[in-house]
């Protein structure tokens, strides 16, 4: 069992009000590779923050996600500098090897259980603000 990463709170503003999530930070190459992968116990308002992406500091940059290896379906949502969301990529297929691209440079993912998004009435332009 591997030590769970720090949580932190991330707070998505939309039309229909705010969405609070605790969810672990993936802040290193090592851990952003790892992502969710094999994991099946992630909190209903839980997930895994990419922040900052890419983690090297070169800066915002198109980012591609795959599901090699997650057996969850996930809703990843890519996050542009400004912190209001990109796109939405809803309930992702478990274990695919299909890449999943952000579309736009990004400095931010955030991945939530599959369906929350839709759930929440979260959707593109929304802001996304955490603790930095």
């Known amino acids: 069992e591997r030590a769970k990463a720090p949580l932190t ?3 998505i503003a939309s039309a229909n009000g705010r ?3 605790r969810v672990e930070v993936a802040d290193t190459p090592e851990k952003q590779q790892r992502g969710l992968m094999y994991r099946t116990d992630i909190p209903k ?3 895994m923050l990419f922040a900052p992406y890419p983690p090297d500091g070169g800066g915002p940059r ?3 996600f795959w599901m090699k290896n997650t057996p ?3 809703d990843i949502i890519f996050i542009r500098p400004d912190g209001t969301i990109a796109r939405i990529a809803e309930n992702t297929v478990p274990f695919s090897e299909a890449q999943v691209p952000s579309g736009e440079p990004v ?3 955030l991945e939530l259980n599959g369906g929350r998004s839709a759930e ?3 959707a593109e332009g929304d802001k996304v603000s955490w603790n930095k």
């Open 62 to 64: 198109e980012a591609s």
């Open 9 to 11: 709170e991330v707070t």
């Open 72 to 74: 969850s379906p996930l």
């Open 19 to 21: 969405h609070v999530f």
């Open 120 to 122: 929440l009435g979260i």
């Open 45 to 47: 308002d839980g997930g």
């Open 107 to 109: 400095s931010a993912v």
